[in-house]
């Protein structure tokens, strides 16, 4: 008897009906969302709808644009999550990759050293203050941190491996982050390391308790700036507190900037306008030069002499495969390079102050509807006021019949508006569905700023009846 799951030899070559990378390119609406129903991500396709954001097919991207299958330009003010720094398709980025093939430079090179991981190193270790010196290169921001934790574990020993982390904290999804991501629903139901402890973000005086009174605390991970908690900022002197309790009680300080880094904040890690210098670090997303997978985390020379620097333990964490890949390498060389050319530090800080006084201006008209303006660079949220209990009652029964991700949160109304009407994207956040996040390229100018100042001012000038009555007749287009 032959069993369902096993094939004939000649079946199992014969080649499958494939679809071809042109014919992707050519795919339609319909057929893209049914093949995103059937193969990749059935539930994120809901979401998706409930924006509206299932109705667009980008075809191509350029600087602060996605150009979609009609021509339709679409400003991103999402950015990726702080990926699309140097907006997309960066003419130099994309030269640099070009050089690259066109020279058939090596790509995969795990046997030999490689010039371009060896000069991203220098790079990094040229530009992180201090003794950050030592660098692990990975694909993704997980990656990278899942980097600091073991080497913040393997200079500590287990006896110290025990993590203090923040409230609302978003480290990566991967297995041994999420033991220090702060997400009920992402990490229900798995089983994650038990030597953690938890303090609320800010607050130094609760790590200092932690540390007092449990010996086995040996490592403590923050992110700089907390993006998926919608953009919590912590005092100059938390940070000081944070680098003096560490030293004191021999902690190490894994700052995670794989979100605010690589120039978001006005400085290229948010850390150095602290005047502190972490043990650990990591970056990711924008390190691909906004167009492939690139992470790093670095690390204080002595940490990873301690943890990795003999020949027996050098290949206790490192080499993997894709980290150091050749032409990610170049790419994220080169955009080290375009931060400073282009001077994108000094424009993340002008734009976003720009923006940010223009949210200002608007919370101080809408008071009813935006509840907080924050942030600093090109990372801004946006928060509003909870609506969910103060609709009135008509619009109130017309949103409780949707998705239970949208009651009552302006985000989701103003976001699918945004799009629909203005071509403007934003993005959300994980833990708080009353704030969006504005993390646009830090190559935009002051015109797009006031692309999206002024979409933001028309839907608010709707008011709150009129902004969820456009969304549900919006929805009702289907
Ligand atoms: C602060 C922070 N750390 C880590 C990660 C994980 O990065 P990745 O999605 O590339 O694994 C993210 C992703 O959003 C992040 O924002």
Redesign the pocket.
């Known amino acids: 008897m032959t069993l369902a799951h096993t094939y004939e030899p000649e079946i199992r070559t014969r080649r499958p009906d494939l679809i071809t990378v042109e014919a992707a390119k050519k795919l339609d609406l319909a057929k893209v969302r049914q093949l995103t129903a059937d193969h990749l991500n059935p539930g994120q396709l809901n979401f998706l709808r409930l924006l509206g954001f299932d109705r667009v097919l980008i075809d191509s991207a350029e600087g602060p644009y996605y150009i979609d299958q009609n021509g339709r330009k679409i400003l991103d003010f999402f950015g990726g ?1 702080g990926s699309v720094a140097f907006g997309h398709n960066h003419p130099r980025i994309i030269a640099a990759r070009k050089k690259f093939q066109d020279e058939n430079r090596q790509e995969i090179c795990m046997a030999f050293m490689s010039q371009y991981a060896s000069a991203l190193a220098y790079n990094l270790a040229a530009i992180a203050p201090g003794d950050l010196d030592y660098v692990f290169l990975g694909s ?3 990656e990278a ?1 899942e980097a600091a934790l073991k080497i913040a574990e393997q200079a500590q020993g287990p006896e110290r491996s025990t993590t203090v982390y923040a409230e609302n904290s ?3 999804k991967t297995k041994g982050v999420l033991a220090v991501t702060d997400g009920a629903l992402y990490r229900s139901r798995f089983n994650l390391a038990q030597n953690t402890r938890r303090v609320p973000f800010g607050d130094a005086a609760g790590i200092e308790a932690l540390f007092k009174s449990d010996p086995s605390i040996g490592i403590l991970v923050l ?1 700089t700036i907390q ?2 908690a919608g953009i919590i900022e912590a005092p100059v002197k938390y940070w000081q507190d944070v680098r003096g309790l560490c030293d004191q009680y021999k902690v190490l300080w894994i700052a ?1 900037e ?2 605010c880094g690589m120039g978001r904040s006005g400085h290229f890690f948010a850390f150095e306008q602290y005047g502190v210098i972490p043990d650990v670090t990591a970056l ?2 924008a390190l691909g030069g906004s167009k492939c997978a690139m992470a790093a985390m670095i690390a204080r020379r002595e940490i990873y002499m301690k943890a990795y620097g003999t020949s027996k333990t050098a290949l206790v964490h490192a080499p993997a495969t894709f980290g150091g890949i050749g032409e990610a390498c170049a790419t994220a060389i080169e955009g080290l390079n375009i931060i400073y050319d282009e001077g994108l530090m000094d424009n993340a800080a002008v734009q976003g102050d720009y923006i940010i006084a223009g949210l200002k201006r608007l919370h101080e008209k809408y008071p009813q509807i935006i509840k907080d303006v924050r942030g600093q660079g090109l990372m801004i949220g946006l928060e509003f006021q909870d609506i969910s209990q103060t609709l009135p009652f008509g619009v109130r029964q017309m949103v409780s019949i949707l998705d239970d991700k949208l009651k009552g949160s302006l985000c989701g109304f103003l976001g699918a508006l945004l799009l629909a009407k203005h071509n403007v994207l934003v993005a959300f956040t994980e833990y708080n569905r009353n704030v969006i996040r504005l993390e646009p390229p830090l190559t935009i100018g002051k015109a797009e700023c006031d692309q999206f100042l002024t979409a933001m001012e028309t839907l608010l000038a709707r008011g709150i009846t009129g902004i969820v009555t456009d969304y549900i007749s919006l929805m009702a287009r289907r």
Do not use: C, I, L
Request: aromatic residues 12%; charged residues 20%.
């Open positions: 999550f993704s921001g997980s941190m978003f480290h990566g992110e993006g998926g995670d794989v979100q990711a997303k």
